[in-house]
C-alpha cells in the first residue's frame, strides 16, 4: 500500500496543545469493527464502556488491561553555542557512557569538536560533539547524566507541541507530570517519547477498572523517536523499523495463558504495549497464528513454549500494517485496543487501520474529526475493539 493511503486532512484547532486540566475529563470514542459501530462517551466512564462492550457482569467474565509501565527521562536540553545562537540536543539513551547518542539542532550549523553550552547559563559548558554522522557528544567535566537532565533536561515533546524559550515555565513544570503515566515503573527510565494512550488514567479510574473485574498489568518497552516519526517511503512496505527493547515478566504471561484459557477479553493500553506482547509471542513461538496460540493455551502447554523468553530483555522491529485495503490483521492474543488518534503517514496509524480495517480507520477518523476530537499526544481517548467480538 502507498503510504499516502494513511493520510488526511486535520485541522491544526484539533492539535492538542496543553492537557486537560484533570487527565480523566478526555473524550473517548468506542468503536467495534464487526459491526462497524461508533460510540461517543467520555474517559471517565472506560470501566463502564468496557463492561458494557464485553459483558463483564453479565457473562461472568474478567478484563485485562495490559500497559506499558516505561518512564520518559527529560530528553530535550536547550543549548546556547560560543556565536550566541540556541539550539538542542536531544538524548537518544542513558547510563554511564563516554558518549552519548542524540539528535543535534540546528543540524546543518552545528560543528564537530564544538563546545555547547547551557541555555540559561551561557557560562556552563555541557557537551562537546564528538560525531556529526551519527551524532555523538561527550558531556563534560564529567557531569552524570541524570543530574544534567534534571538540572536542564525538558520533556520529549513531539514537534507539533510548541514550547520555545518564552513559555511559561508554569507549563513545562506541567509537562514533566502530565507527560508521564500516573503507573510509570521509577526502576524503568528508558523512553525518549512517552506511551501516551495511558495519559489518561488517573489511580482513581484504575481503583475503578479494579472493582469492575477489570485487572492491571505491565510490560515494558522502552519507546524511541522512530514510533511516532511519519514513514518516509513512498510505500509502506519499504519501511525500515526502528529497534526498540521490551521485555514481559513471567507473572504477566502466565496471566496471559490464564485470560486465554478462559475466554476473558484482553485490552492493550496503547500500541506500544501491543507490539511488546506481540513481539514476545512471535518470538517465543516462531508464528503469529491467533487460533494456534489460544488452542495451545486451553491444552495446558502454552507456558512450556514461552518460559525461555520471560524476564528478559528482547529487540523488536515489529511493524503491523495492512498490505493491501481489504486486509485485516490479527494479533496473536488481545481483543481491544485503548489509543489517542494518530498523526497521518505513520505506523501507528497504519497499526490501527490493520486492526480495524483500513476503510473503518477512515471512518473512525473522519468521525471524530467532525465530532472536534482532540488529537496526538495529549489529545483525546478511543476504545477500539477488534477481530472476534464477545
Known amino acids: 500500500m502507498k503510504t499516502s493511503f494513511f493520510n488526511y486532512e486535520l485541522p491544526e484547532e484539533l492539535i492538542a496543545q496543553i492537557p486537560l ?6 473524550r473517548l470514542l468506542v468503536a467495534r469493527s464487526l459491526n462497524k459501530s461508533i460510540v461517543d462517551s467520555d474517559f471517565i466512564h472506560i470501566a463502564d464502556e468496557i463492561n458494557k462492550v464485553f459483558n463483564l457482569k453479565s457473562k461472568n467474565l474478567k478484563a485485562l488491561l495490559i500497559a506499558n509501565d516505561s518512564r520518559v527521562y527529560p530528553a530535550r536540553v536547550r543549548i546556547r553555542r560560543k556565536t550566541g ?31 555547547l553550552y547551557a541555555d540559561q547559563d551561557e557560562l556552563k559548558p555541557l557537551f562537546k560533539v564528538t560525531s556529526l554522522s ?46 508521564q503515566n500516573v503507573y510509570s515503573n521509577k526502576m524503568e527510565i528508558g523512553s525518549s517519547a512517552a506511551p501516551t494512550a495511558g495519559l489518561h488514567f488517573t489511580p482513581e479510574i484504575i481503583k475503578k477498572c479494579s472493582e469492575n473485574n477489570i485487572e492491571f498489568a505491565s510490560v515494558t518497552l522502552h519507546v524511541g523517536l522512530g514510533t511516532f516519526q511519519p514513514v518516509q517511503a513512498e510505500n509502506v512496505q519499504q519501511h525500515n523499523m526502528h ?54 493455551a486451553k491444552e495446558k502447554n502454552l507456558n512450556n513454549h514461552i518460559y525461555n523468553y520471560v524476564d528478559k530483555w528482547l529487540a523488536t522491529r515489529i511493524f503491523i500494517h495492512p498490505t493491501y485495503e481489504n486486509e485485516i490483521i490479527s494479533p496473536c492474543v488481545g481483543n481491544a485496543i485503548i489509543t489517542n488518534f494518530h498523526q497521518p503517514e505513520s505506523t501507528l496509524a497504519m497499526l490501527i487501520s490493520a486492526l480495524m480495517g483500513y476503510h473503518f480507520w477512515n471512518e473512525i477518523y473522519s468521525h471524530a474529526i467532525n465530532k472536534k476530537y482532540r488529537f496526538f499526544s495529549y489529545g483525546d481517548s478511543s476504545l477500539l475493539v477488534f477481530g472476534e467480538n464477545f
Open 85 to 115: 545562537a540556541r539550539g538542542e540536543v536531544f538524548l537518544l539513551e542513558r547510563g554511564n557512557k563516554d558518549f552519548y547518542r542524540c539528535l543535534l539542532r540546528p543540524k546543518s550549523k552545528i560543528k564537530q569538536g564544538e563546545i
Open 21 to 26: 486540566q484533570n487527565r480523566e475529563n478526555s
Open 243 to 296: 529497534e526498540e527493547h521490551y521485555i514481559v515478566s513471567k507473572d504477566v504471561a502466565e496471566k496471559i495463558t490464564l485470560y486465554l484459557e478462559n475466554d476473558w477479553p484482553i485490552i492493550f493500553v496503547g500500541t506500544t504495549a501491543l507490539r511488546a506482547v506481540e513481539s514476545f509471542y512471535r518470538a517465543a513461538l516462531s508464528e503469529s497464528n491467533r487460533h494456534s496460540i489460544i488452542q495451545k
Open 134 to 179: 551519527p551524532p555523538l557528544v561527550e558531556i563534560i567535566n564529567s557531569l552524570p547524566l541524570d543530574t544534567l537532565l534534571e538540572q536542564y533536561g525538558e520533556m520529549p515533546l513531539p514537534p507539533y507541541i510548541q514550547r520555545g524559550k518564552v513559555d511559561n515555565k508554569n507549563l513545562k513544570e506541567i509537562d514533566k507530570e502530565r507527560y
